[in-house]
T-cell receptor
Framework: QKEVEQNSGPLSVPEGAIASLNCTYSDRGSQSFFWYRQYSGKSPELIMF????GDKEDGRFTAQLNKASQYVSLLIRDSQPSDSATYLCAVREGGSEKLVFGKGTKLTVNP | GAVVSQHPSWVICKSGTSVKIECRSL??????MFWYRQFPKQSLMLMAT?????????EQGVEKDKFLINHASLTLSTLTVTSAHPEDSSFYIC?????????????FGPGTRLLVL
């Protein structure tokens, strides 16, 4: 069964620090990788997507993909209390329309 | 990013009634939409994949006769929960896939909270 694994946390970091969120996936044929943020009681919000090995930066967010290691991560620089949420890693399986979601990592940024 | 709306945002209904939830892509056309369900403190569960003009593909364990999906246009998919029961109370979220050259991305609607009494 194809899986996406995330550390459920909670991950707690002080304001201004770097938060590092990790995700591994089992399907080597996966093509597309996404990070979503979900605040409590709300639906997921797309933060970043990445398709190629390496780093992709967008503001305070950096996604890192290593297909050989089947590993994708999200770094949040200068973390803010408003970044406190559950972060979902999602992977699109090769040959499929569906996204497979991890169970999410709960991040708390302490003022 | 692209905008996806859902209506209604909240539904409270009596057991045995049917509830229809609409999902619209507002600024793009979506040949594929997805319906998810999320129970409190649990992860998203994909219920079905909805393709415009064809029958939906349901995930294992999801009753297609109970959760009716219609994707009648490139901007609208509907989910009808038929003969709802208290165990159907959940957070129902749709997503729509935007296909651009070299890139495809799923955007989520704000969700619909269903409470069946």
């Amino acid at each position: 069964q194809k899986e996406v694994e995330q550390n459920s946390g909670p991950l707690s970091v002080p304001e201004g620090a770097i938060a590092s969120l990790n995700c591994t996936y089992s399907d080597r044929g996966s093509q597309s990788f996404f990070w979503y943020r979900q605040y409590s009681g709300k639906s997921p919000e797309l933060i970043m997507f990445i398709y190629s090995n390496g780093d992709k930066e967008d503001g305070r967010f950096t996604a890192q993909l290593n297909k050989a290691s089947q590993y994708v991560s999200l770094l949040i620089r200068d973390s803010q209390p408003s970044d406190s949420a559950t972060y979902l890693c999602a992977v699109r399986e090769g040959g499929s329309e569906k996204l497979v979601f991890g169970k999410g990592t709960k991040l708390t940024v302490n003022p | 990013g692209a905008v996806v709306s859902q209506h209604p945002s909240w539904v409270i209904c009596k057991s045995g009634t049917s509830v229809k939830i609409e999902c619209r892509s507002l600024d793009f056309q979506a040949t594929t939409m997805f319906w998810y369900r999320q129970f409190p403190k649990q992860s998203l569960m994909l219920m079905a994949t909805s393709n415009e003009g064809s029958k939906a593909t349901y995930e294992q364990g999801v009753e297609k006769d109970k959760f009716l999906i219609n994707h009648a246009s490139l901007t609208l998919s509907t989910l009808t929960v038929t003969s709802a029961h208290p165990e159907d109370s959940s957070f129902y979220i749709c997503s729509a896939r935007e296909d651009l050259i070299g890139r495809e991305t799923q955007y989520f609607g704000p969700g619909t909270r269903l409470l069946v009494l």
